[in-house]
């Protein structure tokens, strides 16, 4: 009772979360330490065990072949998963945007796999199929769930991608794991305006300077106006002082000519 009950309560914690979680082939959950639990708006590659990625090799048209090599964090070798029903994904190229799908919509063993762009179609979805080890099947929605895996077993770098129905071979598991080295080098990125931020803070101060000097100059100026306005003042405060002092002179030179009539007058 007390193992339902728990099983009840993950069941549930799983479709409140929107997470497909691991679980064997009896249905019970699974532990999730080496799985990746897959989630929107993020990018994943998809390894075989020998560690070489599924990777599209791009031609000028839809229909580029699908291959494995070995992994050099290029964009073509890195997928989107994008959620169609439970478990059920697209499977989106990063460099490209087109989709994993089934060469001419086979559905036989050894169809190849190819890229395409997105047309809705069934042979465009894959089933994930966790196993206990961690890794996964990736079963065809469209081919009755025949599972990807490499012509002839092949595990070499440029081993051809094909569909065959499930065997017990290691090349129909791959483990998927998130790509991380992008969002570590992102931040990189951003610091070198950080590296500019001084350099702008220590031409503020100088700017500061040159808008001083103008007001200095202005400053000047005005004060020079001020004293130019005050000298033109007393210019004419001065100069209506002369007529004030010559008025007293001129009163005694008349005062004298009078008196110099009257005595003559007067013999």
Known sequence: ?????????????????????????????????????????????????????????????????????????????????VREGDGVYRIRNRASGKLIDLMMTGTANGTWLHLWEDVGGTSQMWKMEPTPAGTVRLRSMWAAGKCIDTVGMGTADGAVLQIWQETAGEDQLWTISEVKDRAKHAPKA???????????????????????????????????????????????????????????AAKPARKTATRKKTTKASK
């Not at 069941?11 to 330490?33: C, F, H, Q, W, Y």
């Open 190 to 248: 951003e610091e070198k305006p950080a590296e500019e931020k001084p350099v702008e803070e220590k031409a503020a101060p100088a700017a500061k300077k040159t808008t001083r000097k103008p007001a200095a100059k202005k400053t000047a100026a005005k004060t020079a106006a001020k004293s130019a306005g005050a000298k033109a003042e007393a210019a004419p405060a001065k100069a209506e002082e002369k007529p004030a002092e010559a008025a007293p």
């Open 1 to 81: 009772m007390e193992r339902n009950k728990s099983a009840k309560i993950k069941n549930s914690a799983e479709k409140s979360s929107g997470e497909i979680l691991p679980r064997d082939t009896e249905g019970n959950l699974m532990k999730s330490v080496a799985q990746t639990i897959i989630e929107a708006d993020r990018f994943y590659t998809i390894a075989a065990k020998t560690g070489s990625v599924i990777q599209a090799v791009e031609s000028v048209k839809d229909g580029g072949n699908i291959r494995l090599g070995r992994y050099e964090r290029k964009p073509e070798q890195e997928w989107a998963f």
